[in-house]
């Protein structure tokens, strides 16, 4: 199986940016695509964001639109998610996952993976 290792949550305030990287190692990176998703205490998973195995084609979540952005490097096998105009309801635990496919990664199918996480919290 492949692993997949967090970095770059942290403390900030409101209004803040903040970019969390994801470190790919056991498989051939470009062969999947990626995404980052967020849970929090008491509320359920949401995708935040996906990206196809070359970056071509990148989406994010209505609840995000306009202040986050999903890219990747596959010479570094790296995926990144910049956060810009933080806001207390941003609040989780930031996963990355990997899968066969948007939809694989979306529904967390039969052939995606999660990595363990990076806390990001958003308070004044």
């Known amino acids: 199986q492949g692993q997949l290792v967090e970095s770059g949550g942290g403390l900030v305030q409101p209004g803040d940016a903040l970019r969390v990287s994801c470190a790919a190692s056991g498989r051939t990176f470009s062969n999947y695509a990626m995404g980052w998703v967020r849970q929090a205490a008491g509320k359920e998973r949401e995708v935040v964001g996906v990206i196809t195995r070359y970056g071509g084609n990148t989406d994010v979540a209505d609840s995000v639109k306009g202040r986050f952005t999903i890219s990747r490097d596959n010479a570094k096998n790296t995926v990144y998610l910049q956060m810009n105009n933080l806001k207390p309801e941003d609040t989780g635990v930031y996963y990355c996952?990997?899968?066969?496919?948007?939809?694989?990664?979306?529904?967390?199918?039969?052939?995606?993976?999660w990595g363990q996480g990076t806390q990001v919290t958003v308070s004044s």
């Open positions: 996952a990997a899968g066969s496919s948007i939809g694989d990664v979306r529904g967390r199918g039969r052939s995606s993976y």
